[in-house]
């Protein structure tokens, strides 16, 4: 009977219900606000392209472009808030099956259809109600729904997003959006509008009815769920009330929850289209300022560099924030180029020159040594922090070769090594200046310094011994010590008892006995300890053969 009825139904035409007025609303909702987002989306992506300029000027520009996506993306996420809440609706309330679920006859569906078209089988798979293809389509338009909503509000409130993410996800949003944006413009032209307008020429839903053939080709299960009496049977009247009276109120606060969301959406951020200036009205009519009178060009409000600035054009090495000569705190961030253009070179002392206060010109105090040789290269040797004359704290950062940036060889103060200085020159080498008076240099050696005896100034100048030297020699090695210290002009010679000036030379007692015959070679036989006359305690560490070394016989 049921074959013979849709024999019938056939030969009559009959159509069958396929879709409910609301349900044709709504597909026209996704519509419009799908084909408005497309027509105003894609211009923007392509913005630079000939015809997106083309349509952007034909929709009045490109301010009205964003302002018509951006109404279209709220409607179509008003669509998808009444879609869930129906969802909900014909799941729970009505028992309505849930046929947009997919499953594994729709995989067969999809493998059967191959073959048919291939020509491997005789008859054309029989769907259900949706057909694998169908839930394809919408399960993808749920998938491109959410993605383009979460990319859009990141494009649409790119400060807000930046607060809580990195900076890069919004260029990456936008490569998504774009992105998302062509794949569905594609899959609607290519497969929906073949597969439904041109295959079929489907009409059910704009007229809710679908025909005999129609139904047959694409939904031919469900056909046979028709005429076989198969239909899943209409729920309950008393359990739908029931049920509708806890879903409603449900379905009001969904509601009104996802009103909030969509304003949220829409108004979460002030963009640049409402955060223009108004625009001008009217401006003042031109008229030319009164020049301010200002310094002239002799007057300089910056001080003058009281430097060369050959090879000492970074600045900020002595004048940074942590340097010797900070500058002030409102100079900070500016570039080390910048300098210059308000301090100017100023008159530059000579080297060695002093200010009026006996302080050293520009700042710098004279180096009153030699610079060249191997010994002068390393500054810090001497100079160095926990050494013999360490330089201030602030110059710790300063490299060993910007020391002679600042600080310059005295004026005619001691020449290389070997040399003494000159009678009336600045003090240091010798030991002693012209006034008598003890030098701010380093002491001269008042005795010979050849001979195997004086290899290792050590022997007598070491820690504990006849003269040791100041702690902070310590860590100098004995190759250093004439580095700084040179023989005294005019010292000792050989037996000489003074220098040529009259004065000791040598701070050794001379021997007034012959010192040539064997009796006299162990010196210990009387000037050992508890001898006749014994030698100072610091002479005990002294070897027999040193004795000569400093005690020479009287002439």
């Known amino acids: 009977m049921a074959t013979q009825q849709a024999t019938n139904d056939h030969a009559q035409g009959k159509y069958y219900n396929r879709f409910t007025i609301a349900q044709r609303v709504e597909h026209f909702v996704?519509?419009?606000?799908?084909?408005?987002?497309?027509?105003?989306?894609?211009?923007?992506?392509?913005?630079?392209?000939?015809?997106?300029?083309?349509?952007?000027?034909?929709?009045?520009?490109?301010?009205?472009?964003?302002?018509?996506?951006?109404?279209?993306?709220?409607?179509?996420?008003?669509?998808?808030?009444y879609h869930i809440i129906v969802l909900g609706y014909k799941t729970w309330v009505r028992r309505t099956e849930m046929s947009m679920l997919p499953g594994l006859k729709d995989l067969t569906d999809a493998l059967d259809l191959v073959r048919y078209n291939l020509g491997l089988a005789k008859e054309h798979p029989r769907m259900p109600r949706y057909n694998f293809g169908e839930k394809v389509e919408?399960?993808?338009?749920?998938?491109?729904?959410?993605?383009?909503?979460?990319?859009?509000?990141?494009?649409?409130?790119?400060?807000?997003?930046?607060?809580?993410?990195?900076?890069?996800?919004?260029?990456?949003?936008?490569?998504?959006?774009?992105?998302?944006a062509i794949l569905a413009a594609l899959a609607i032209l290519v497969w929906h509008f073949y597969n439904v307008h041109i295959k079929l020429l489907n009409k059910s839903i704009f007229n809710g009815k679908m025909s005999r053939h129609q139904m047959e080709e694409e939904h031919g299960a469900e056909l046979e769920e028709i005429y076989s009496g198969q239909k899943r049977p209409a729920p309950d009247p008393a359990g739908v009330r029931r049920r509708e009276r806890i879903y409603l109120p449900i379905a009001v606060v969904l509601a009104i929850i996802g009103a909030v969301v969509v304003f949220q959406f829409a108004t979460f951020e002030q963009t640049a289209i409402a955060t223009l200036p108004e625009p001008v009205e009217s401006v003042p009519a031109f008229v030319p300022l009164t020049p301010t009178p200002g310094p002239s060009l002799t007057q300089v409000a910056a001080s003058l560099i009281p430097?060369?600035?050959?090879?000492?054009?970074?600045?900020?090495?002595?004048?940074?924030?942590?340097?010797?000569?900070?500058?002030?705190?409102?100079?900070?961030?500016?570039?080390?180029?910048?300098?210059?253009?308000?301090?100017?070179?100023?008159?530059?002392?000579?080297?060695?020159?002093?200010?009026?206060?006996?302080?050293?010109?520009?700042?710098?105090?004279?180096?009153?040594?030699?610079?060249?040789?191997?010994?002068?290269?390393?500054?810090?040797?001497?100079?160095?922090?926990?050494?013999?004359?360490?330089?201030?704290?602030?110059?710790?950062?300063?490299?060993?070769?910007?020391?002679?940036?600042?600080?310059?060889?005295?004026?005619?103060?001691?020449?290389?090594?070997?040399?003494?200085?000159?009678?009336?020159?600045?003090?240091?080498?010798?030991?002693?200046?012209?006034?008598?008076?003890?030098?701010?240099?380093?002491?001269?050696?008042?005795?010979?310094?050849e001979g195997d005896q004086y290899q290792d100034c050590t022997a007598c100048h070491g820690i504990g011994k006849l003269k040791p030297f100041p702690e902070n020699h310590t860590a100098f090695p004995v190759d250093s010590c004439t580095g700084c210290h040179q023989p005294a002009e005019g010292g000792s010679d050989s037996g000489s008892g003074s220098s040529g000036s009259g004065?000791?030379?040598?701070?050794?007692?001379?021997?007034?006995?012959?010192l040539t015959s064997d009796a006299f070679k162990d010196c210990i036989v009387c000037h050992g300890i508890d001898r006749l006359r014994p030698f100072p305690e610091n002479h005990t560490s002294f070897t027999v053969d040193q004795c000569t070394t400093c005690h020479q016989q009287a002439r």
């Open 30 to 81: 996704l519509l419009l606000s799908f084909t408005t987002l497309v027509v105003t989306g894609l211009p923007q992506k392509f913005v630079g392209n000939s015809f997106a300029e083309w349509m952007i000027a034909a929709m009045g520009g490109i301010e009205t472009v964003r302002i018509i996506h951006r109404i279209a993306a709220v409607l179509i996420v008003l669509q998808s808030v």
């Open 138 to 180: 919408y399960w993808a338009m749920v998938w491109g729904t959410v993605i383009m909503a979460i990319t859009g509000f990141m494009l649409w409130n790119p400060i807000a997003t930046a607060r809580f993410l990195p900076g890069q996800i919004i260029p990456a949003a936008k490569a998504a959006h774009g992105g998302e």
């Open 307 to 449: 430097h060369p600035i050959e090879g000492q054009e970074q600045c900020e090495t002595c004048h940074g924030a942590n340097g010797m000569k900070p500058w002030p705190a409102d100079h900070e961030g500016r570039p080390n180029e910048s300098c210059t253009v308000c301090h100017l070179p100023g008159p530059t002392p000579e080297p060695g020159a002093t200010t009026e206060s006996g302080g050293a010109a520009g700042g710098a105090a004279p180096i009153p040594h030699p610079i060249e040789g191997d010994q002068y290269q390393d500054c810090t040797a001497c100079h160095g922090i926990d050494k013999m004359k360490p330089f201030p704290e602030n110059h710790t950062a300063f490299p060993v070769d910007s020391c002679t940036g600042c600080h310059k060889p005295a004026e005619g103060g001691p020449p290389a090594e070997g040399g003494t200085p000159e009678a009336g020159s600045t003090p240091g080498a010798a030991g002693t200046d012209t006034a008598g008076g003890e030098s701010a240099g380093p002491s001269a050696i008042p005795h010979p310094i």
């Open 503 to 514: 004065t000791a030379a040598a701070a050794a007692i001379p021997a007034n006995h012959d």
